[in-house]
């Protein structure tokens, strides 16, 4: 619970411009709920076709010509963390990491 505290006490401090007016706008209406937050906040600036374009970059990623093994991962892992929660698994990952290698 602590933790969740703390993401919204700092979460303010974090946005700029359209993403803080956005907050004000938003923060009374989840009756304290950090998790219908968190899913305003991804629909808002996370759109479900950005999301499926995300996923879709994920499984089917390619390890380059001459990128390194630890290269291919660490791309493969930014883009799963570059946006919202895609609801793609490590063993789902791992698989497609290890089916994109040369």
Known sequence: MRRVTLKW???PFSLM??????????VGS???????LQ???????FP???????CREILNFKQEEKETRGAAWAQITD??????DLAITEPTLMQHFYLSLR
């Open 79 to 84: 883009l799963a963390s570059s946006g919202p």
């Open 48 to 54: 479900i076709s950005r999301v499926a374009c995300l």
């Open 9 to 11: 006490k700092l979460l």
């Open 17 to 26: 411009g359209k993403a803080r007016r956005w907050y004000s706008r938003y």
């Open 30 to 36: 989840v009756d304290g709920e950090w998790e219908k």
């Open 39 to 45: 899913a305003k906040f991804c629909l808002t600036y």
